[in-house]
């Protein structure tokens, strides 16, 4: 069973930046592809970004693809989402997740078997 713990969610400015990041436990970081999905009020959960296992392939919503980077520390098991250039419209409340089987669509929440609790992200000036 594993766990993911999102942190680093806050009020910042359109154009500014904000980390987020998603610690682990319970399971073998190594072997979970990583995903980022963010929830609107109102709104679907959509996805955001996945990396592979090793962190060599990414992939990115359409919606934050230039601004937004994925990255992974294996040996922290923590994965990490860099969003520049926010706008307004990425106010969401921002999920970490995890899949052990690798075998479903990147972008489909239903690939993914565990979820972190989330942490808001508000884009206001």
């Known amino acids: 069973q594993v766990q993911l713990v999102e942190s680093g969610g806050g009020l910042v400015q359109p154009g500014g930046s904000l980390r987020l990041s998603c610690a682990a436990s319970g399971g073998t970081f190594s072997s979970l592809r990583m995903g980022w999905f963010r929830q609107a009020p109102g709104k679907e959960r959509e996805f955001v970004a996945a990396?592979?296992?090793?962190?060599?392939?990414?992939y990115y919503a359409d919606s934050v693809k230039g601004r937004f980077t994925i990255s992974r520390d294996n040996a922290r098991n923590t994965v990490y989402l860099q969003m520049n250039s926010l706008k307004p419209e990425d106010t969401a409340v921002y999920y970490c997740?995890?899949?052990?089987?690798?075998?479903?669509?990147?972008?489909?929440?239903?690939?993914?078997?565990?979820w972190g609790q989330g942490t808001q992200v508000t884009v206001s000036s």
């Open positions: 990396i592979s296992r090793t962190g060599g392939s990414t």
């Open positions: 997740a995890a899949d052990y089987r690798r075998t479903g669509q990147t972008g489909s929440t239903v690939t993914y078997d565990y």
